[in-house]
């Protein structure tokens, strides 16, 4: 099963100050068909989660522009340009290349410091 | 809007049985893979299941492999997740999920809660 090694799992920020979050594979999640299966997600506090992006860099409907995804192989990384205080909640990254089974990162809590 | 909402979660006893239902709308379900995701206390996300748009391929997490049976009714716009011999780990939050090239859109979730 692929591993998602997610850091920090901890993540306080000032609002309007930028923010990262690394997702690292255990093997690589290009798919035989070009494709990179990497997904974030985010889950604010008592809600369900939402899809945020898809292959990596490609924003899901209504997301802000400050959210953008980058990587390839085994490293990813989800950026938040400025930091909103909509953002405080916990981020997910998820592979759907080799599947099954379906794997997540064990989350990433951001807050407002 | 499309709109995914899970019912049959509660109590139930270990080595106990539930069933859950997801009834979608606003799209065309019979287009379109779907999950189950569950979310236990405090913690994070674990795939489940997952079901073709024809309902004629299914699999499952290794968890829930032989006790758990994923199905869909496409005339009905539902998704099922029928769950046996269930577990003190199988107390979770469940979702119901849109695929659309990956997990896409979440319902509410449904909670089920197994202890004695």
């Known amino acids: 099963d692929v591993v998602l090694t997610q850091s920090p799992l901890s993540l306080p920020v000032t609002l309007g100050q930028p923010a990262s979050i690394s997702c690292r594979s255990s093997?690589?999640?290009?798919?035989?068909?070009?494709?990179?299966?990497l997904n974030w997600f985010q889950q604010r506090p008592g809600q369900s989660p939402r899809r945020l992006i898809y292959?990596?860099?490609n924003r899901d409907s209504g997301v802000p522009d400050r959210f953008s995804g980058s990587g390839s192989g085994t490293d990813f990384t989800l950026k938040i340009s400025r930091v909103e205080a909509e953002d405080v909640g916990v981020y997910y990254c998820?592979?759907?290349?080799?599947?099954?089974?379906?794997?997540f990162g064990q989350g990433t809590k951001l807050e407002i410091k | 809007e499309v709109q995914l909402v899970e019912s049959g979660g509660g109590l139930v006893q270990p080595g106990g049985s539930l069933r859950l239902s997801c009834a979608a709308s606003?799209?065309?379900?019979?287009?379109?893979?779907m999950h189950w995701v569950r979310q236990g206390p405090g913690k994070g996300l674990a795939w489940v299941s997952r079901?073709?748009?024809?309902?004629?391929?299914?699999t499952y997490a290794d968890s829930v492999k032989g006790r758990f049976t994923i199905s869909r009714d496409n005339a009905k716009n539902t998704l099922y997740l029928e769950m046996n011999s269930l577990r003190g780990e199988d107390t979770a939050v469940y979702y119901c999920?849109?695929?659309?090239?990956?997990?896409?859109?979440w319902g509410q979730g449904t909670l089920v809660t197994v202890s004695s």
């Open positions: 999920v849109r695929d659309n090239g990956s997990p896409e859109i």
């Open positions: 606003g799209f065309t379900f019979r287009s379109y893979p």
């Open positions: 079901i073709s748009d024809d309902g004629g391929s299914a």
């Open positions: 093997q690589s999640l290009a798919h035989s068909n070009g494709n990179t299966y």
């Open positions: 292959k990596v860099s």
């Open positions: 998820m592979q759907s290349t080799h599947w099954p089974p379906y794997t």
